[in-house]
């Protein structure tokens, strides 16, 4: 059975694996402050073409949103996204749960634009009864989005722009953004530097056990922000063993290898489907496929390989979601490709 | 200059300062323990018909919906609500401070159904990710709601049974009950207590300087209820003074008879705004309106009233609301009906 | 029976009933942007030497508190005050309900010192662990404190430079601040007006029905502080309220002759008390008063007065409170010291 | 350099990590539903001879005690500690963050009684004024305590008892458990199971990169447990990181091993201490030891060692922590010993 699900059904790179075994029984200072993740975070600044970024490493996705937002917003602040935004969707509210509404904003591909945002923020300020209304307060995107597609270095500057304009604090949600620098590289980590007040490198999803490196351009936002992971229960106490995964992953470009294998098996997956005939549900140039197979179909390849199912189209016909990853073999892909052929 | 802008634009009705004035020099103990908040907790208990009632008095609107929902849900729980529900649009995120998520659903006249709610918990429940989604804890409704529409006894029985099967708590927001009382007499105090959990009997918006008074027929929510008053900011030092309110609106009748008096008043307006052939934007039988007459006659109507904008509708019109209140006099009304059939 | 165990047993001084009865039928807008709060708002300013003061009103204590240190705080910062200080000891918890630890110092008298803060900046700086710990981010005081007691011109003026020197906002709970002005002379408007981030002039212990008027001179803090007023539930509909019992108060130095008589008529009350030979549990020049009388004294004492019980202090002896107010009569005091004499 | 600072300086036992490589590759669902996490459940489950028990697995101790604290209080209860708790100490108010307030109560060695929970208890209900006051809701106890002292089964089952008769949820942090159980063996998993609503197995702190195994006996905290877990960001995406390693570590009792191991190097090192002469600040048994020598002899030792400074005692002596762990060696003991025995 091959699990096509999501991106992080396996563990981690063997050499992350390796690192960890070497280092294991070294004696380090905790809570990230040891020279593995030092390390990290110069080759981070080094990439970013930022000397004097603050990073800091979390363990996971829905806590380091939570904790990023919770400590740039004021009380009566929200957020602004997608309407399908991770925050909004998958989160059970821990964004809520500090404080802080989500403002949703209408989206068929899962991206916003910066008209969107201008006009939220317009709309806010012409109403004499804003006060009784969320202030937004930041605006929130995935690159690439929970529907695999990217923004490009054009659209991000735009919303860039707007969000300076209006004071909004811009965060890139990069959990997945290895395969979104593979896919689209007008968007770089430079610009991204430039462009956002903080934005991060997710590792569960790109050839990590776990771990997301968040990088914060805005002093005002860097300012005391280990108090926030602390508070919020993202300290690791070992926190060397994110220094040490993202020491390997980024030390010789492992991480952006890891983030083309990805969108380079999807790219043959993506053909095969549409020699198919197979409508997409979304234009993901990404690691996520959301083909719209016949029924039919689904239930001769269920013998084989799994997949997420993401919503029923017609009666005949369910969207579903295939997710290549930083570890998809061609094996794998030639096997999808050929029980594809034999439909 | 008449306001129909708003229906708390007044203080309260003579009687109220009378009793105030009367009652002044009282020594009373603190904080809604004194004989005159007994005195209004038995009339609402008899009202409801349902001695064993829980009774508390809070000063606004935002403050009691803040309470009663953080009151009942346990963290993980949001609150499921119209769209155009005050407590998703005009509360500054209050509810949301309190770390529960509102859950929109959507609605072209304020009113949600049984059928909404019952296919939203479905949908929850059938959802294999759903750990990942907050639950939905509450059906919030208001009764009129912010578009003055009302819902019926069957209506409401509907929703009421549907909450039940799924274990969540019904919540109807009374700021204008009064109002809705009168035009939709199917629905009525004891129903209320019955298909409940919580509502509350609003003052603030019916005759009062201020004062809600909310009304528990759930033992499990009532427990410790003055806690989460006093936590929240809503217990009034001086909490007499709500008692003195709901004691002199209750003991007669006057509540309701203020409620009957918006109505008529707004019959009436109706009547002359159908009369000019406006549309109407809600089918509202209470005392909120909302015609969509031509710009040109709201500018010359703008010389003697003043009403609050709703929505541009087209090039030429826009949605207006005209609130009667429980103070509307015969002589305002016949004032605007005769500047309406002067256009 | 005569109630001497708040100051908030009646209702409220004449002058404001009336003013409300006269104003009641004026149409205003809601939620404090009226004439009558914009007259008060004037009266503060020109109290204050501050024409540029921030000025808004809210209905009571808990929910001032709780707005003004939830505004003012960022997530990982916590209030220091003394051990007894209001919100640490009587709100239910509220400023935790925000998410904000309240920091504790001992405290005899309901006081702290600079030194005291000084000391608490300089221990957490210097805690290589700091991270883990809530830092301080505001210093809460009360003027008089809950057991009565005042600060003088130089005790505030040394703390306000030690905020200053840390970068800590500092707050005054003023509740009874009339009583404080009245009892200690070198403490002005003006002064605190100068030393304080925000303070705020209580009416519901000085003749008001309800209200406190908050007073901010820190910029960063008023922005938006309207926002954060309805978010949590404490900005009034009939907002003029407050606005007309404010004016009324302030207009004519109302409030500070009412604040002199709590001070007046508690000198005479102490003079009794001490005549009896009660130690007093605390050194209190304001309106509260902590006598220890002998058990069977109060016992006698029950048949015609009301206080409350501050703490068992021996086997035959009970610290007790004893509060005059604005409107505490001759007669009152005189029954009550004629009583005492006739032990 | 040999650093004694504290027992997380490592990263894991080898035979951990050989397991985390063995299964590296295998494709899992994500979020703690594999199968590996299901037989680390069962594991549990056995040692606690619970089979109905619910078992989650968290990253980190701050998570956990968040997670665990906010899903069992209402928003008026607090949660009852020793003043040296964690919980109130050293989470940079991370229990405040989610609404609640940590009640702290005097602590000399790090316990709490039964006795002192009783009198905390029947103070809040014999206090008139209660509603203003947090109502405790739970109790939490370290085992071994921040002093690494522990509870006797006794003991515990006092406090068990006094919570059971008052309503409040009793949990015990271990994440030092097996270091206690090793100390102390009155108190046995089946034992804490039966005493606590729910209390927890530290890996972190035991030979594992990370994780925590909370047990829950009360079905009513169970009830969406994994929905609170994921809300506060503590539901790891490869979920299976934790079930291999405690399976790891509780299949053939390794878990146990390691803790006695820390124990009894502690032993060692605790008998060279006193053989020095240095007072023992605290009295623990476990592998937490608080020796205060006299500053000279620490100076001395600096060259070849790291501990953590507890606190200044007097001019010339500092109490000092030296921690032991799963993996201090022989050797490790024999080097400080020697170098002790040398001064």
Redesign the interface.
Known sequence: ???W??D?????H?RL?EA??R?????????GVDGHCDRARGLIRELCHAPQAAVEFL?????TN??VI??AL???Q?VLCAQTGHIN??????I???????LPLPSADGKITAQQVQQAMEAHLADP?R?????PGMVYLSHPTEQGTVYTADELTAISQVCRAYGLTLFVDGARLAYGLAAETSVTLPLLYQLCDVFYLGG??VGA??GEAVVISNPALAQ?F???I?????????GR?LGVQFETLLEDGLYFRLGQNGVEQARKLSAAFQAKGYPMRYDSPTNQLFPVPPDAHLEQLADRHVWSVWEKVDESHTAVRFCTSW?TTDAQVEQLVADLAGL
Chains 1, 2, 3, 4 share one sequence.
């Open positions: 059975m091959i699990r699900e999501c992080y059904a396996e563990g981690c063997p694996l960890l075994t280092t294991n029984m070294e004696q380090t200072p905790g809570y363990v996971g996705g829905t806590q939570t904790t919770a400590a004021r009380p009566h929200g969707c998958h989160e059970t509210g821990a809520e749960s500090t404080g802080h509404k989500v009864t006060e009784h209304v969320v202030q569960t999803k056990l776990f005391d280990r108090y926030f602390k508070q919020r229960g993202g300290m690791l106490a070992k063993l570890c």
